[in-house]
């Protein structure tokens, strides 16, 4: 392997020398084919010279001549590899230079080895600096950070290195040393990727005779894939020569290899059906289209869409279509896979077959993010066989967990959770359009068929029959289809990514902020969640994704709750029904964690809005934020009297755990929670305690009395929010004003509670 001492002093200029050379050579060895047609082969073949000695000269000067001819096509091959490698190790070369200029930029000093270090004499801080220890410590990071990048780019350099010389090894014909006849190639081509896309195939096909792979061959298999994963000269080749039905075999036997027959070389297994994956990924990339203005057209877009298909009539799009419509028909045929046999109780489980679809997504979710339109476009053709078929991914056993969880036995629900990394492109997936409002006006129902239509019960089910033998006594037969473990996870995050615009569960400072159609996405979800009044009554693998997004969305559903629907400026928001909001609120806090979220997200912006009234002592606009106040506090108090009214034993435990998540600081900046100001921030750290004692006291009082409907409604936490509020403009709580801030917070506590829990069809 080449080190960085051997990339950063690489002398490249010699490959372009040799280039020219090789083509020297080749316009020789056409003058040289020239002559000999004319002075040499012609005697053979002008018809004057007759007999069998003529005969004999003529088979051997046109095979002459034929190689003359080879030797010009190798030539030419052998040039055009090394101008290829020329300009492929000379853009990595400037990568791995220009990563170590930027470092040294940052402090870094790169050693001979290209390890990173900080030249830390270069800090006057001195190490009784409070913030020292913590600067070290950042700077350490960067160090590996920096140490890590560089090695990956003399990793790049060295895959380059090794594909170039396979390549012109295999063009120049050069065989084993017992090997003495050599002739010149007359099949040589000028291209590093098709050559190294052959002896993936080739790696590839030994698999699926049954043949093995021995530790430097995976290796080098790796390295193809990890060299040409941008490639699609190498993809498509690789993928045109498989055909999808074959690619989706090679990927079921990395899997076999990898958990049951060989579990000792796992790691290269996984390693090998990542690059797979990615060799997929850039096989199937499609251009970035751009306007009339040279600009990107934005994916999702009515405009992009019109220049998709627009593009898709093209010869350009003959691979993408093409390996779409085998897709179809490979993705519906079924396949052996270990991970399926014998998973149920009984005899109908055994040697059970898997659909292609499964294992097409199962391996796309071990590489990197797919092409949005690939991704979408498989979606939906999965979508298009389940509804002919609504049984057609059922399989005994449920697959979840460490153990079977890495098989898409559900692969839309798989490819879902793939869309839920592209924010942008769940978005465009989901997003019901300008119409969604108007069901029979709606330009995309997806989201529509998935919270609405779909079966998602794909688990197959079987039981054991006793009785006598002779009627079918001690057999199994077919139960009802059930869920798996992880139903709906895939939609759940990919929600969450297209409403929100983050990718579903990472860590963000959230803005409060969104698209027109990231607020669509949610709004429809709301409204089809609550259909019939049910949105109170949600899945439990929906609960936290959409709570996250929900709390993401505080600004808007504390204006809905406090019907202050006319604040919300521009675009990019909810107008859900408060009563839709509500009970959907209540639908995903079964979890303590969520609710207490939801709660401290409601709480933050309560505290937002009444930092945002004007100065003046006394101003009727007071009354106003107090209001606002008092509704969302008494709406949360509702929902969480709702919950432990439904389990009272069990919910004292999860009114202490509410506490317990609002204690570790739930309303971080790295939740969903949107960021508020300094001054509203500390209102809420100041009152944290009482909100969490609140459900507390409630939870008590409904465990003693079997009832909170005497429960004093005056929250605790909704005073101490005020009284915060009044202390950070040096007003007393006995001043007048501040009174009647309370009083007016506290009628509208009262009222929104109590409709509230109408909302909630709760009866107290």
Request: hydrophobic share 35%.
């Amino acid at each position: 392997m080449l080190t960085y001492q051997d990339v950063v002093t690489a002398k490249l200029e010699s490959l372009s020398s040799a280039a020219a050379k090789w083509d020297e050579m080749a316009g020789a060895f056409n003058r040289v084919e020239s002559v000999y047609k004319g002075k040499v082969l012609s005697v053979a073949k002008d018809g004057v010279w007759v007999g069998t000695a003529a005969s004999g000269a003529s088979y051997r000067f046109t095979g002459t001549q034929a190689e003359l001819a080879a030797a010009q096509t190798q030539a030419k091959a052998i040039a055009s590899l090394l101008r290829d490698a020329h300009s492929q190790l000379t853009t990595l070369v400037q990568r791995v230079k220009g990563l170590v200029a930027d470092a040294q930029k940052e402090g870094m000093h790169i050693d001979s080895g290209g390890r990173a270090t900080f030249d830390f004499s270069k800090v006057k801080a001195t190490r009784n600096d409070p913030d020292y220890q913590e600067f070290r410590r950042k700077c350490l990071e960067a160090e590996t950070s920096w140490t890590e990048s560089i090695k990956k780019a003399v990793q790049a350099v060295d895959d380059a290195d090794q594909g170039a010389k396979y390549a012109l090894r295999t063009a120049a014909g050069v065989r084993t040393a017992d090997q003495t006849l050599h002739n010149f190639n007359a099949r040589a081509v000028g291209d590093i990727e098709i050559y190294e896309a052959e002896e993936a195939e080739a790696y590839a096909k030994r698999l699926l005779r049954g043949g093995k792979l021995s530790a430097a061959e995976r290796a080098e298999l790796t390295r193809l894939y990890r060299d040409n994963a941008n490639d699609q000269v190498f993809s498509r080749t690789m993928l045109d020569s498989l055909g999808p039905e074959d690619t989706i075999k090679v990927a079921n036997k990395f899997n076999d290899l990898a958990y049951f027959d060989d579990t000792g070389n796992k790691q290269d297994y996984l390693a090998m059906e990542k690059g797979l994956a990615n060799t997929i990924n850039g096989a199937t990339r499609i251009p970035n289209f751009k306007d009339a203005d040279g600009k990107r057209i934005p994916y999702g877009s009515k405009a992009y869409r019109d220049a998709y298909v627009k593009w898709a009539k093209t010869k350009d799009a003959e691979f993408y279509n093409n390996w779409r419509e085998g897709l179809r028909k490979a993705g519906i045929e079924k396949y052996d896979l270990e991970v399926a046999a014998n998973q149920g109780n009984g005899a109908k489980s055994r040697d059970q077959q898997v659909r292609g679809y499964q294992s097409l997504i199962t391996l796309m979710r071990q590489g990197d993010p797919a092409a949005p339109q690939f991704l979408a476009d498989v979606t939906d053709d999965m979508i298009a066989a389940e509804k002919k078929d609504k049984d057609i991914w059922d399989l005994y056993g449920d697959f979840h967990g460490k153990k079977n969880g890495w098989f898409a036995n559900d692969p839309v629900d798989g490819a879902l959770e793939m869309m839920s990394r592209d924010p942008k492109a769940a978005t465009a997936y989901l997003d019901p359009g300008a119409e969604g409002k108007d069901p029979a006006h709606r330009n995309n129902d997806r989201l529509h068929y998935l919270l609405k239509e779909r079966d998602w019960k794909f688990v197959n089910n079987e039981v054991k029959l006793h009785g006598d033998a002779a009627y079918g006594g001690n057999s199994w037969h077919d139960a009802s289809d059930t869920e798996g473990s992880d139903s709906r996870k895939g939609l759940g995050a990919a929600i969450e990514a297209a409403a929100t615009g983050s990718p579903s569960g990472s860590e963000r400072n959230s803005d409060g902020k969104h698209t027109v159609g990231q607020a669509r996405v949610l709004e429809d979800t709301i409204a089809m969640l609550d259909e019939e009044n049910g949105g109170d009554s949600v899945h439990k693998n929906l609960q936290t994704p959409l709570a996250r997004t929900l709390a993401d969305y505080a600004p808007d559903t504390h204006k809905i709750l406090s019907d202050r629907k006319e604040d919300m400026e521009g675009v990019g928001h909810i107008e859900s029904k408060k009563g839709s909001v509500i009970r959907v609120l209540r639908g995903v806090s079964d979890s303590p964690e969520n609710f207490a979220m939801l709660y401290e997200a409601e709480r933050a912006q309560a505290a937002q809005y009444l930092t945002e009234a004007e100065s003046r002592r006394g101003s009727v606009a007071w009354a106003t934020h107090a209001h606002s106040a008092g509704a969302g506090i008494g709406v949360f108090n509702a929902i969480g009297a709702d919950i432990i009214l439904d389990d009272r034993d069990a919910r004292k435990g999860w009114a202490d755990d509410v506490a317990k998540y609002a204690y570790h600081g739930v309303g971080t900046p790295l939740t969903p929670v949107p960021v508020i100001g300094d001054a509203a921030q500390r209102i809420v750290d100041a009152a944290t305690y009482e909100w969490a004692n609140d459900m507390k006291n409630q939870a008590d009082e409904a465990a003693k009395n079997g009832s909170i409907k005497e429960l004093e409604s005056k929250s605790q936490d909704l005073h101490e929010l005020i009284k915060y509020w009044a202390e950070g403009r040096n007003l007393k709580a006995t001043d007048p004003y501040v009174y009647n801030m309370h009083d007016e917070a506290v009628q509208q506590y009262d009222s929104a509670r109590s409709t509230a829990f109408t909302d909630l069809k709760r009866n107290l």
